[in-house]
């Protein structure tokens, strides 16, 4: 997994044992020790639990290293992963966001079958939004993809150019299958580690449940056109709308205390208007049913 410092503060390394099955299906693998390294430097070492996971905590941080190594044998194959290492600043607000049709225009067929990066085009503004925001908040990738998929994630947002922040995915498939429990069981334990992510950006309804139900800001992308309005969530018709809400909010949306307020319904927030005939062109309606 990839994991973060804060301000040089201790955290936890951790990897999975598996084995690979078809479909991307994998059974967890318990009782196998896993070494951790950083820079060369072994770190620990820590059994993987029944849910073939190992971790082991790094008390502090010295130095700047950007990456960590864990080893294990099994069968006698020898095994190496590598988590990304980020370093984010204590106070500073975090927003997690959604990747699947929230930023990616994803093929999942060819995401799973291909080996090409490039399968899925971004969605459009979506890079340049982020990268305006990245400015002022600390970007958390949070999707349901299993975590086999975990590397070509990473490697998808890079060579877009997205900006770089850890990647949180779905232990396995059947967490994939039931993305509304999985994401309010990680934001659950994200937030009790990051309590300064407040803010959550997706496109499906299990998304904004799970934000609010971690009491977080809900926004809502509606990247496939069709609209519905949640009273405890921001919709916004496209990336360039929600950049021009966060600049037209930054004052609330970046101070915590005003924040909490805005969650708990005891502050506005002001929303841009969008003009007439551009929303209409972006706005499907739902065919009449007798009696409209």
Avoid: C
């Avoid at 291909?114 to 908040?137: C, F, I, M, N, Q």
């Amino acid at each position: 997994d990839d994991t973060v410092t804060m301000n040089g503060g201790g955290m936890p390394l951790v990897a999975y044992v598996g084995r690979s099955h078809m479909l991307g299906l994998r059974s967890e693998l318990e009782h196998i020790p896993v070494t951790f390294f950083i820079e060369g430097e072994k770190i620990g070492t820590n059994q993987s639990d029944g849910e073939g996971r190992a971790a082991v905590m790094v008390p502090d941080m010295n130095g700047s290293p950007n990456a960590f190594k864990a080893r294990a044998r099994v069968g006698g194959q020898s095994l190496e992963a590598t988590g990304r290492i980020f370093q984010w600043q204590q106070g500073r607000g975090i927003i997690a966001v959604d990747i699947d049709h929230t930023i990616s225009q994803t093929n999942y067929r060819r995401l799973v079958l291909k080996e090409r990066v490039a399968v899925s085009p971004p969605v459009p503004g979506a890079r340049e939004t982020l990268a305006v925001l990245a400015k002022d908040y600390q970007i958390l990738y949070l999707t349901a993809r299993p975590r086999f998929l975990i590397e070509k994630t990473r490697e998808w947002l890079a060579y877009y150019g997205f900006p770089p922040g850890p990647v949180v995915a779905a232990p396995g498939v059947r967490d994939a299958m039931r993305q509304l429990r999985f994401k309010q069981t990680i934001l659950r334990q994200l937030r009790e580690r990051w309590p300064d992510m407040r803010i959550g950006i997706g496109n499906r309804e299990s998304d904004i449940d799970a934000y609010a139900y971690n009491r977080m800001l809900p926004l809502i992308i509606y990247t496939d056109g069709e609209q519905e309005l949640h009273s405890y969530a921001v919709g916004l018709i496209n990336w360039r709308v929600a950049q021009q809400f966060f600049e037209a909010n930054r004052e609330i949306l970046t101070n915590p205390a005003r924040l909490d307020k805005v969650i708990d319904g005891r502050l506005m927030l002001l929303q841009p208007l969008i003009p007439y005939e551009a929303a209409k062109s972006h706005y499907k309606p739902k065919p009449f049913e007798r009696g409209d």
